[in-house]
């Protein structure tokens, strides 16, 4: 494992031997004709992500994920580089994935999250001065997430509670002679007596609960301080290192009926597994998130204060005595909704994460209250961020004509640090992304993205698709989108609406959707087909539509209200609601905004397009994972098995092994080539097959090698 980064204690200075590692990529000469981005390139593009500032500011740790085509896994690495610039130097191996970096706060370590030599999760340490990663816990069960103490001398570690396997396995563990591997066992029956009882990516729930639990680094003394019948997350060591804050639904008898969470402390050094706690919040509705003050009287959190709403609600900035009292709210003139609360390094300020307008802002406010700055703003998105004590901050930035990199800000200067993709961006030509405005059918305004086809001829009418996007809470950002550019490449105007229900815009905004799926949302993204119509861009006998989760669900909804699509792409959506009741992960939503559906009978169908599919004649394919417990694949067979019924054009695609969002590059590859060949055959008419051709098996060699 060649993972030695000698780094010198004080400054930093890097070992000459090290340039052979300080570059993320060893650029390839750009191309003096630059081409339209591919289906490939998508596995060209690497993921920058989760910047962590050292504490004396000189560098910042960040994890860059890579697409393996041809290995069929991803890979993610971790990385650093100088807040003064320079190459970036690699901090793990090629071949094992790791996450999650976080420096020591005394500065003497770099600890990062793998499941190194096909074992669970757990937290690795770099030491500063170099050296190979050492395994620093070994828990029977995989570790969550962690967090150093302020003292660098614990972490906060979040564990589920162990299988009785996963205890059975740490007992063999110390034996001086391996054992023999186990014959096969026979899996028990999953025994359900929980309200929720599925998980995407988990799959069947019991009741094994997440908990905090701390662990001393010296003794490698792991203690439980957490437990029950509850879901404890987002701990937050309080600047003296006595005690812990954390998330919680620890108010009702049964966590899986509320959205309620509440901000919960804990002494560190508490043995008697959370018997004794302090409740800081009693919102009945969601608060999370929770970070401390520098001087650990205050601690500012995220609270969603209209229950009724739902998962409509604006998610608001809240402060509260750290020893209990009453919450303020600071943002309620702000009416965005917003995320990953930090403090200022001074105390005067806290900064959050914004959806703004097609934006995502790194925005400040006072601990007073008053007027809401945007420190990082404008047509870009901030996905996550890091503060310096100095005022630095150094954050994930995406923009519209290029993925997320590292910056840093002072405030009044952003400086790029990383250049992870600009090695294949500077042989490619893009699309330009307009943000579009245009009235609804009601007069509502509704923003969202509109792409024109490379080399565009103004005037000129194109095929034009329509991407509803998922959630539905959620909003096209001016973020960068292959999927978006491929279309462009390949002659096709995206379309990228903003509808009703999107975050961005106010709760009002958002929740006029409200038990009232594929109404008003319909009307908003019928109106950007219109409006692209109308600027002479869309032509409006070449249509078609297409989205994944809530997307795919507003692609049902579209092709039961109007024939104007001579294509459509569903993916990972459900058309017949009733079939998700008991079958999927949302039961609390349902029974909170839906009503039960032997209850609200006229409610349930009247959202599910599936009591309309007489009427659809598109062409249509359904696609999506087979253990996809978020929306499962139940929804495709049966508007597919419908419409095959009927003699309609259909087409069902499932992806083997695949959850909600897809992970594995060659199932990537094979849905967005299907996208284009659907989209060719149907709405361009050029006589392109529906489906891509499938690949030709190798010839057996001679000697059947």
């Known amino acids: 494992m060649k993972t030695i980064r000698c780094l010198a204690l004080a400054s930093l200075v890097l070992i000459p031997w090290l340039s052979l590692h300080a570059q993320e990529s060893a650029p390839k000469p750009a191309s003096s004709t630059p081409r339209n981005i591919t289906i490939d390139d998508y596995f060209q593009i690497r993921d920058v992500s989760q910047p962590e500032l050292s504490p004396d500011g000189q560098w910042v740790a960040y994890a860059v994920r890579t697409r393996m085509l041809k290995e069929d896994k991803n890979e993610q690495r971790l990385w650093m580089v100088s807040t003064h610039g320079g190459d970036p130097i690699s901090m793990t191996a090629e071949g094992v994935s790791s996450s999650h970096p976080r420096w020591s706060p005394d500065g003497k370590y770099l600890a990062f999250l793998s499941s190194r030599n096909n074992g669970k999760t757990q937290v690795w340490l770099l030491n500063r001065l170099g050296g190979e990663a050492t395994h ?11 967090e150093w103490s302020p003292d660098s001398t614990r972490l906060v570690l979040i564990l589920r509670d162990p299988k009785p396997e996963d205890l059975e396995a740490a007992k063999d563990k110390d034996k001086d002679k391996p054992a023999a591997a186990p014959k096969p066992k026979t899996p028990p029956p999953f025994v359900i007596d929980r309200l929720q009882f599925k998980r995407d990516t988990v799959g069947y729930l019991d009741r094994r609960r997440t908990h905090l639990y701390v662990f001393d680094v010296a003794s490698k003394k792991t203690t439980q301080v957490t437990s029950g019948d509850f879901d404890d997350s987002e701990p937050a060591w309080s600047p003296d290192g006595l005690s812990l804050a954390f998330s919680s639904n620890r108010s009702t008898p049964d966590p899986d009926r509320t959205y309620n969470s509440d901000i919960w402390v804990v002494a560190a050094s508490n043995t008697d597994k959370g018997a004794h706690l302090t409740q800081i919040t009693s919102n009945p509705g969601p608060d999370r998130s929770p970070a401390w003050s520098p001087d650990g009287k205050w601690i500012a959190f995220i609270s969603q204060t209209d229950l009724k709403a739902m998962i409509y609600a604006t998610h608001h900035l809240a402060v509260a005595p750290s020893s209990g009292g009453e919450a303020k709210v600071l943002t309620l003139a702000f009416d965005r909704s917003i995320r990953r609360p930090r403090f200022s390094a001074d105390g005067r300020s806290i900064y959050f994460i914004a959806d703004d307008d097609g934006m995502q802002s790194l925005c400040r406010i006072s601990v007073t209250g008053g007027e809401v700055a945007r420190p990082i703003g404008g047509r870009l998105s901030v996905d996550s961020y890091a503060l310096g004590k100095d005022g630095a901050i150094a954050a994930e930035i995406g923009m519209l004509d290029r993925p997320n990199e590292i910056y840093l800000s002072n405030e009044k200067d952003l400086t790029r640090l ?48 329509l991407n509803p996007h998922g959630g539905p809470v959620g909003q096209y950002s001016a973020s960068f989108y292959h999927l978006a550019q491929l279309y462009a490449a390949n002659g096709y105007a995206a379309l990228l609406p903003n509808p009703r229900g999107s975050s961005g815009y106010g709760q009002k905004f958002c929740e006029a959707i409200f038990a009232d799926w594929g109404n008003k949302d319909f009307q908003d993204d019928m109106a950007m087909v219109d409006y692209a119509i109308a600027q002479g861009i869309a032509d409006p006998d070449k249509l078609g539509v297409g989205g994944w989760s809530y997307g795919g669900m507003s692609t049902d909804f579209i092709i039961a209200q109007t024939t104007r699509f001579k294509a459509a792409i569903s993916g990972a959506g459900i058309a017949l609601m009733t079939s998700g009741y008991g079958h999927d992960q949302y039961i609390k939503d349902y029974d909170s905004e839906l009503g039960r559906p032997w209850e609200n009978k006229a409610v349930w169908e009247k959202i599910s397009p599936y009591y309309r599919v007489n009427s659809i004649t598109t062409p249509t394919l359904f696609m999506g994972g087979d253990v996809d417990w978020n929306v499962p694949i139940i929804g495709g067979e049966q508007m597919y098995q419908a419409l095959k019924s009927l003699g309609r054009t259909t087409e069902l695609v499932v992806y083997p092994g695949e959850f909600h969002g897809f992970t594995t590059p060659s199932h990537l590859k094979d849905r967005l080539e299907r996208y284009l060949a659907w989209y060719a055959h149907y709405v361009k008419g050029d006589g392109t097959p529906p489906r891509p051709a499938e690949p030709q098996a190798q010839p057996a060699k001679a000697g059947g090698e």
Do not use: I, M
């Open 136 to 146: 620093l816990t070994d828990t029977p069960q995989g570790v969550d997430d962690f």
């Open 418 to 465: 990383t250049k992870t993709n600009d090695a294949l961006f500077s042989q490619l030509r893009l699309a330009q992304a307009d943000y579009v405005h245009f009235k609804s059918k009601d007069g509502t305004s509704v923003a969202g993205y509109l792409y024109k086809p490379v080399d565009y001829t103004p005037g000129k009418k194109v095929p034009t698709l």
